[in-house]
Antibody, heavy 124, light 112 residues
């Protein structure tokens, strides 16, 4: 059974930092690109970041609204993907989901697996 | 960035009715590898999204065949035949051909 479990959310003051984690199991993590997607309260989905796998040199990509403030990383030995959020703003409030990207062999496409999300609330 | 224009923003349907949702992209979604990475997701109330369709027309794992996807290049459609109560929620189209990946604004499917 595939599982993705996010953690690390909570109440964060503007300007501060938070690190989100997504622990996974049930699939060969090291083969997959991994994504973070967020959803502001009552709004649609917004793609945040992608990290590719070792075969793709762990390349990273970001949405415009987070570039320079967010950093995606991964630990293949632990099957965990992270999202470091710096200089957090009120508009970063929302549920942060981790989701799977494509796998190395192009057998599985993006967004096949999702976690339950972790809520980040930015407020003083 | 690729803009995904999804319509309508909401739909009111009766159980058993068929509906269609449109998603149009500002650029072609045909990747250099020849594939088109257009997905449809369903987010039931209070739940995480679930992938319904990938690469325009392929059903995700466990997705009933009353869902179907069609389209090419820049124009895509999700059709739901014989809507059931479990189909209610918000439908999202999302492209993964280009970085940044981009979502449509969503279509809320409600009961009439």
């Amino acid at each position: 059974e595939v599982k993705l479990e996010e953690s690390g959310g909570g109440l964060v003051q503007p300007g501060m930092s938070v690190k989100l984690s997504c622990a996974t199991s049930g699939f060969i993590f090291s083969d997959y690109w991994m994504e973070w997607v967020r959803q502001a309260p009552g709004k649609g989905l917004e793609w945040v970041a992608e990290i590719r796998n070792k075969a793709n040199n762990y390349a990273t990509y970001y949405g415009k609204s987070v570039k320079g403030r967010f950093t995606i990383s991964r630990d293949d030995s632990k099957s965990i993907v992270y999202l470091q959020v710096n200089s957090i703003r009120s508009e970063d409030t929302g549920i942060y989901y981790c989701t799977s990207g494509r796998d190395s062999y192009a057998h599985v496409d993006w967004f096949a697996y999702w976690g339950q999300g972790t809520l980040v609330t930015v407020s003083s | 960035d690729v803009v995904m224009t999804q319509t309508p923003p909401s739909l009111s349907v009766a159980i058993g009715q068929s509906v269609s949702i449109s998603c149009k992209s500002s650029q072609s979604l045909v990747h250099s590898d020849g594939k088109t990475y257009l997905n449809w997701l369903l987010q039931n109330p209070g739940q995480s999204p679930k992938r319904l369709i990938y690469q325009v027309s392929n059903l995700g794992s466990g997705v009933p065949d009353r869902f179907s996807g069609t389209g090419s290049e820049k124009d895509f459609t999700l059709k739901i035949s014989r809507v059931e109560a479990e189909d209610l929620g918000v439908y999202h189209c999302v492209q993964a051909t280009h970085v940044p990946h981009t979502f449509g604004a969503g279509t809320k499917l409600e009961l009439k």
